[in-house]
């Protein structure tokens, strides 16, 4: 006896639904919205793993052709292609290679202008059939200019015309008619985000370069380094160990960071002197002592090309207001509490 499936699993949940119709009973109504929902999430699910089981030789083909465009990627579709095309085109851009979308329609009227001679077409139709395509694949073909199709169909007229077709396994639409486009636009979003993903590990696309591309916004704000924020040169509030703490403290006063840096003559960073430091040392002869004997040797430092949440982590764990940022032993910054929170740093 054979186990059942979870395509089995589906159809079954789909006739009872159907013999068993309780639009009046709360529970059975939302019990059957589970299980359409989770039927038409299965459908999906099982698309992209035939998706990704059937991938080879002609997707690696298609990753040498985008990712050695010289020009950009323009990627179009027509309908829901093309809010799919659309999303794609901002994924490879935000990942480091350079894309735009086209819309085919307005293509034949004059955008035709955006595609250059060392960019390569990216055009997505489930049919490849798409009337729309005509005038940007032939233009393509024209200019010689390479074209990789995403379609659900081998013999299509896009599939043939490509340099590279990547046809997805047919797979049935999460619709009950079997006519939206469910399943379809799923796998090509899928593919999309697989190929900028590839792009970007084949390229060694790094955290700088998305920080680079992405300086507004949360994900930006997350990838700020502690150079990108801190004080530096004079703003600096730095003293020798020798000078008498009277002195010591004006430099304090005048730089309202609240704390002191105490370096030798290369700049090499001995210590730190906090209100925590003066009160401890509190007396009489204080004001005469040299900062080198008030200070806290070492203290606690970040690196320049830490990351700034790094930072505000630091800072909230020790309980202080201030790092100064270290880099083979010398200051070279000084890093406020108040300036990861002004950058949106959280």
Do not use: W
């Not at 179009?76 to 990942?95: N, V």
């Amino acid at each position: 006896m054979t186990r059942p499936t979870a395509e089995d699993d589906d159809r079954t949940i789909m006739s009872r639904a159907a013999r068993n119709p309780s639009p009046c009973d709360p529970d059975n109504a939302a019990a059957d919205d589970l299980a359409e929902a989770r039927r038409v999430l299965h459908t999906e699910a099982r698309a992209l793993d035939a998706l990704a089981a059937g991938l080879g030789d002609d997707f690696r083909r298609a990753l040498d052709i985008l990712g050695s465009t010289q020009g950009r990627v323009v990627v179009t579709g027509m309908g829901k292609s093309g809010h799919i095309a659309r999303k794609i085109a901002a994924t490879l851009s935000s990942t480091g290679t350079p894309a735009l979308f086209v819309h085919p329609a307005e293509a034949s009227h004059g955008d035709l202008g955006m595609i250059a001679r060392d960019d390569a077409v990216f055009a997505l139709s489930n049919s490849g059939e798409t009337s729309e395509l005509a005038d940007l694949v032939g233009y393509a073909k024209r200019f010689s200019i390479p074209l990789v199709a995403l379609t659900g169909n081998a013999d299509s007229s896009l599939a043939r015309n490509a340099d590279v077709a990547l046809v997805y396994p047919d797979q049935p639409e999460a619709c009950p008619m079997g006519l939206a486009p469910t399943t379809s636009t799923t796998v090509m979003l899928g593919l999309g985000d697989a190929i900028a993903v590839t792009l970007l590990a084949r390229r060694g696309f790094s955290s700088d370069d998305f920080q680079l591309l992405h300086p507004g916004g949360k994900l930006g704000r997350r990838l700020l380094k502690v150079r990108d924020i801190m004080h530096s040169g004079d703003e600096m509030p730095l003293v020798r160990p020798e000078l008498a703490m009277h002195e010591a403290l004006l430099v304090m006063t005048a730089k309202r960071f609240g704390c002191l840096g105490v370096t030798d003559e290369s700049g090499c960073l001995l210590g730190v002197i906090t209100d925590g430091d003066l009160r401890r040392h509190m007396s009489d002869s204080i004001m005469t002592r040299p900062a080198g004997e008030t200070m806290t040797a070492g203290g606690t430092t970040i690196a320049p090309d830490a990351l700034a949440s790094e930072a505000l982590a630091v800072m909230n764990e020790r309980s202080i207001t201030n790092l100064f940022v270290v880099e083979d032993g010398r200051a070279v910054g000084i890093l406020h509490i108040h300036d990861c929170l002004r950058a949106g740093v959280a």
